[in-house]
């Protein structure tokens, strides 16, 4: 799309850009979500309207905090278990960013190409902050977003491996203990002379 190059991006009216740009970091922001929801929803092995009345009713931190949860158990491999657990926590970052771009009222900024937030904190004591984010901060945000999204939705695929893995190692009715040895066998077979 070559109104989203920053070349693009220059050449809107700077309120029109304001906007596109915020409306921007939202969309891509939504698409994180999804593919929060969805990898949720694929490590609990749920579908269709489960799936999306869970996703509904959890916050994007207690999705994030589900998903972290169930890595750590299910993925044996620590180590792909502490990047995942990374991706959550730069996902948590972005959803607090998220929260202020979306619940701050904003204009086109005066200081530079972006957009200017009239962001405010209230937990102990009142105060303003300076938040002010150009173009390039913007595209670098929504990168950043593509980029967890993308490692995120893999976790579905990696956890469904490791279930198969799991289940063909684990005797059941369907898959009964073998005495078979390497090679299905084929080393313990007797030979009649």
């Known amino acids: 799309m070559e109104a989203f190059t920053k070349d693009g991006l220059l050449a809107l009216d700077p309120d029109v850009r304001a906007f596109t740009l915020v409306g921007a970091y939202l969309g891509y922001f939504a ?8 990898a949720v929803s694929s490590v609990l092995e749920i579908k269709g ?10 916050s994007f931190d207690d999705k994030l905090k589900t998903l972290r949860a169930l890595v750590a158990e299910y993925i044996h491999d620590k ?7 990374d991706l959550a ?5 972005c ?4 929260n202020i771009i979306a619940h701050t009222p904003f204009r086109r900024s005066e200081q530079s190409d972006g957009v200017e937030f009239f962001a405010t904190s209230a937990n102990s004591t009142f105060k303003y902050i300076d938040m002010d984010w150009t173009i390039d901060e913007f595209l670098q945000q929504i990168d950043n977003i593509n980029e967890i999204d993308n490692s995120l939705r893999s976790v ?8 198969i893995a799991e289940a063909l190692l684990k005797p059941s009715k369907l898959n ?7 090679l ?9 002379p």
């Open 31 to 38: 698409l994180l979500e999804a593919g929060v929801n969805d």
């Open 49 to 58: 309207l489960r799936a999306a009345i869970v996703a509904r009713n959890m």
């Open 79 to 85: 180590e792909e278990a502490r990047a995942f657990d």
């Open 89 to 93: 926590k730069r996902a948590k970052r």
């Open 95 to 98: 959803g607090e960013s998220r």
């Open 156 to 163: 579905g695929t990696r956890m469904s491996i490791q279930r």
């Open 176 to 182: 009964p203990p073998s005495n078979m040895g390497g």
């Open 184 to 192: 299905f066998g084929l080393a313990q077979r007797q030979v009649d």
